[in-house]
C-alpha cells in the first residue's frame, strides 16, 4: 500500500469521525435543552458516521493482517487518535442521555 492510499485512508478517518464529533455536541445541547428524543436520532447518525470511519481503518487492518506492508506516519496517527476519542466522546454521551431521561421521569 503506497502512502497516497494510507493518506486518503487516514482523512477518510478523520472526516467521519469528526462529523461524529460533531453530531455529539449537538446532541449535547439537545440534552440541555431537554429535547432527548432528537439527542438520541443526532446520537444514531454520530454513530452512522463513527461506523464509516471503523469500515476504513478495518479496510487498512485487513491488508495489514494479510502481510501487506503498511506505513504509518503522523496523519495516521492523527487519524486513530481522532477516532478513539470520538468513540470515547460518544459513550460519554450516551451514559449522560441515559441521566438526563433519568431525570425527566
Same mark, same amino acid.
Given at each position: 500500500?503506497?502512502?497516497?492510499?494510507?493518506?486518503?485512508?487516514?482523512? #477518510?478517518?478523520i472526516l467521519h469521525s469528526g462529523s461524529s464529533r460533531?453530531? &455529539?455536541? *449537538?446532541?449535547?445541547?439537545?440534552?440541555?435543552?431537554?429535547? +432527548?428524543?432528537?439527542?438520541?436520532?443526532? +446520537?444514531? $447518525?454520530?454513530? #452512522? $458516521? !463513527?461506523?464509516?470511519? /471503523? %469500515?476504513?481503518?478495518?479496510?487498512?487492518?485487513?491488508?495489514?493482517?494479510?502481510? *501487506?506492508?503498511? /506505513?504509518?506516519? &503522523?496523519?495516521? !496517527?492523527?487519524? %486513530?487518535?481522532h477516532l478513539m476519542t470520538t468513540m470515547t466522546l460518544? *459513550? !460519554?454521551?450516551? $451514559?449522560?442521555l441515559h441521566l438526563y431521561e433519568k431525570l425527566e421521569?
Amino acid at each position: 500500500m503506497d502512502q497516497e492510499q494510507i493518506q486518503r485512508i487516514a482523512f #477518510e478517518i478523520i472526516l467521519h469521525s469528526g462529523s461524529s464529533r460533531t453530531m &455529539i455536541h *449537538e446532541a449535547f445541547a439537545m440534552m440541555r435543552n431537554n429535547e +432527548l428524543t432528537y439527542a438520541v436520532d443526532k +446520537l444514531q $447518525e454520530a454513530n #452512522e $458516521e !463513527v461506523l464509516l470511519a /471503523h %469500515q476504513s481503518q478495518t479496510a487498512l487492518m485487513q491488508q495489514y493482517s494479510s502481510g *501487506e506492508t503498511v /506505513h504509518m506516519d &503522523i496523519i495516521m !496517527v492523527h487519524a %486513530q487518535d481522532h477516532l478513539m476519542t470520538t468513540m470515547t466522546l460518544r *459513550e !460519554v454521551a450516551l $451514559e449522560m442521555l441515559h441521566l438526563y431521561e433519568k431525570l425527566e421521569k
